[in-house]
């Protein structure tokens, strides 16, 4: 039996896909102490599962988008939920680091499948204000795994250890390749013979970077996910480092902020339907999300540094997260549907690196005792996102309406004469 894609459970089914890539980051952070011990070696090395899982992650979907151009979604999603099932797998019977580190790279291709083809099936099947709504409620739903992931690979290390956590994931790919299998109708209408030829290929990855606006929203999403990530990376060293919080606290501080994302994807949704304009949101919450970055750090260089001045300010700005998300992600998609793939594997490898390198910031300019590294960034990549959206993605936006309001008033003329 195929899933409507009107149902609520095409959504749950498009966000548990996006859902790999949190629960393989955030349900492993607990572990990384005990996988240093069990393989011998130190914390900072069995860090880099993160780091290589990250890489997969950027790297895959480059391949893949243009790869379901071609062959479809469904045979690619396959694919890529099989390859994370074995990967996982192999993490979890891994008795060295390289072994361990191998692994996780194909656990991040096959997460970027899952992540990456979620919104080319959006594009696929939805337009306009439709898709600016799945797409809402599709990361309101998601964001249940980051919620529940720290606490869940927390439990799980504590009765069965490490390797459990990988086989958990594992588990969690194979469900979803047989509900791929079982369950999902291929989303594309017709694919592109020509996808992965080495010219055609070349020519619709620069067809959306040369496009203004697809390259202008993608840079306003990954610029404030690189915001988000400056939290994430540096969320444990500021909440348990410098405020003092248990580890146990922790994790319900990290839900707070994920539900954050969940109220303002939810609420994005909402206003969407009630037809508010896409630049009304995103304005509301790139100026938002900057503020509330520059307020972290006054507060973070003040004497009022403790959980009831900070927390509200990151829930706040993950709250803005939700709103900018889904309308980014639409903006970027809307103008190449016919290579939806390739557009789909640019923002998500864009995404990831930009999180890359905003973690690479904060380990950089950390200083050990103060929140100052984390307002730091989240203010460098909020700001970053709202000056390309002012400064590039809307002048264009105002310059095409204005050319078809004058197409308009032309074409009126036009049937006003012959009449």
Same mark, same amino acid.
């Given at each position: 039996?195929?899933?409507?894609?009107? =149902?609520?459970?095409?959504?749950?089914?498009?966000?548990?896909?996006?859902?790999?890539?949190?629960?393989?980051?955030?349900?492993?952070?607990?572990?990384?102490?005990?996988?240093?011990?069990?393989?011998?070696?130190?914390?900072?090395?069995?860090?880099?599962?993160?780091?290589?899982?990250?890489?997969?992650?950027?790297?895959?979907?480059?391949?893949?988008?243009?790869?379901?151009?071609? &062959?479809?979604?469904?045979?690619?999603?396959?694919?890529? #939920?099989?390859?994370?099932?074995?990967?996982?797998?192999?993490?979890?019977?891994?008795? /060295?680091?390289?072994?361990?580190? %191998?692994?996780?790279?194909?656990?991040?291709?096959?997460?970027?499948?899952?992540?990456? @083809?979620?919104?080319?099936?959006?594009?696929?099947?939805?337009?306009?204000?439709?898709?600016?709504?799945?797409? /809402?409620?599709?990361?309101?739903?998601?964001?249940?795994?980051?919620?529940?992931?720290?606490?869940?690979?927390?439990?799980?290390?504590?009765?069965?250890?490490?390797?459990?956590?990988?086989?958990?994931?594992? *588990?969690?790919?194979?469900?979803?390749?047989?509900?791929?299998?079982?369950?999902?109708?291929? /989303?594309?209408?017709?694919?592109?013979?020509?996808?992965? $030829?080495?010219?055609?290929?070349?020519?619709? &990855?620069?067809?959306?970077?040369?496009?203004?606006?697809?390259?202008? &929203?993608?840079?306003?999403?990954?610029?404030?996910?690189?915001?988000?990530? =400056?939290?994430?990376?540096?969320?444990?060293?500021?909440?348990?480092? *410098? @405020?003092? *919080?248990?580890?146990?606290? &922790?994790?319900? #501080?990290?839900?707070?902020?994920?539900?954050?994302?969940?109220?303002?994807? %939810?609420?994005?949704?909402?206003?969407?339907?009630?037809?508010?304009?896409?630049?009304?949101?995103?304005?509301?919450? @790139?100026?938002?999300?900057?503020?509330?970055?520059?307020? @972290?750090?006054a507060v973070a260089n003040s004497r009022w540094v403790h959980l009831g001045t900070i927390l509200p300010l990151l829930v706040l700005?993950?709250?803005?997260?939700?709103?900018?998300?889904?309308?980014?992600?639409?903006?970027?998609? $809307?103008?190449?549907?016919?290579?939806?793939?390739?557009?789909?594997?640019?923002?998500?490898?864009?995404?990831?690196?930009?999180?890359?390198?905003? =973690?690479?910031?904060?380990?950089?300019?950390?200083?050990? $005792?103060?929140?100052?590294?984390?307002?730091?960034?989240?203010? +460098?990549? =909020? +700001?970053a996102s709202l000056l390309v959206y002012f400064g590039l993605v809307r002048p264009v936006e105002r310059r095409a309406e204005r050319a078809s309001r004058r197409q308009e008033s032309l074409?009126?003329?036009? *049937?006003?004469?012959?009449?």
């Amino acid at each position: 039996m195929r899933i409507r894609s009107d =149902s609520f459970a095409f959504t749950l089914f498009l966000s548990a896909l996006g859902g790999l890539t949190p629960l393989s980051i955030d349900m492993g952070l607990p572990a990384l102490v005990s996988i240093g011990n069990s393989l011998h070696i130190s914390p900072a090395a069995a860090g880099l599962t993160l780091s290589f899982f990250l890489a997969g992650f950027a790297l895959g979907p480059v391949a893949l988008g243009p790869l379901s151009d071609r &062959y479809g979604r469904r045979p690619v999603l396959l694919g890529g #939920t099989l390859l994370f099932a074995f990967a996982g797998t192999g993490c979890a019977l891994a008795h /060295s680091l390289p072994m361990l580190l %191998f692994c996780r790279l194909l656990a991040g291709i096959g997460a970027g499948a899952g992540s990456t @083809l979620s919104l080319a099936i959006v594009r696929d099947l939805f337009d306009g204000i439709n898709a600016r709504i799945k797409l /809402s409620y599709v990361s309101t739903v998601g964001t249940i795994a980051p919620m529940i992931a720290p606490t869940l690979g927390t439990i799980i290390l504590s009765f069965a250890g490490w390797r459990a956590i990988y086989a958990t994931l594992a *588990v969690t790919g194979f469900v979803l390749m047989i509900v791929v299998a079982f369950a999902f109708a291929e /989303s594309l209408a017709q694919v592109d013979p020509m996808a992965i $030829h080495p010219r055609r290929l070349a020519s619709n &990855y620069g067809r959306f970077f040369r496009n203004p606006i697809c390259l202008g &929203y993608a840079l306003v999403g990954s610029l404030s996910f690189g915001c988000i990530f =400056s939290y994430i990376s540096s969320s444990p060293l500021v909440m348990m480092g *410098v @405020l003092g *919080v248990s580890t146990a606290f &922790y994790g319900w #501080t990290f839900a707070a902020t994920a539900l954050g994302i969940m109220a303002g994807a %939810f609420v994005n949704g909402k206003l969407s339907a009630r037809a508010v304009p896409a630049s009304t949101l995103l304005s509301i919450g @790139l100026i938002t999300s900057a503020l509330t970055a520059l307020a @972290l750090i006054a507060v973070a260089n003040s004497r009022w540094v403790h959980l009831g001045t900070i927390l509200p300010l990151l829930v706040l700005n993950t709250f803005c997260a939700g709103l900018i998300g889904p309308n980014s992600n639409q903006g970027a998609l $809307h103008p190449v549907p016919d290579i939806a793939g390739v557009a789909s594997a640019v923002l998500g490898s864009t995404r990831m690196l930009t999180g890359a390198f905003a =973690s690479l910031l904060i380990a950089l300019f950390y200083d050990g $005792h103060t929140a100052r590294a984390m307002g730091a960034m989240m203010s +460098l990549f =909020s +700001l970053a996102s709202l000056l390309v959206y002012f400064g590039l993605v809307r002048p264009v936006e105002r310059r095409a309406e204005r050319a078809s309001r004058r197409q308009e008033s032309l074409l009126s003329l036009e *049937v006003e004469e012959v009449r």
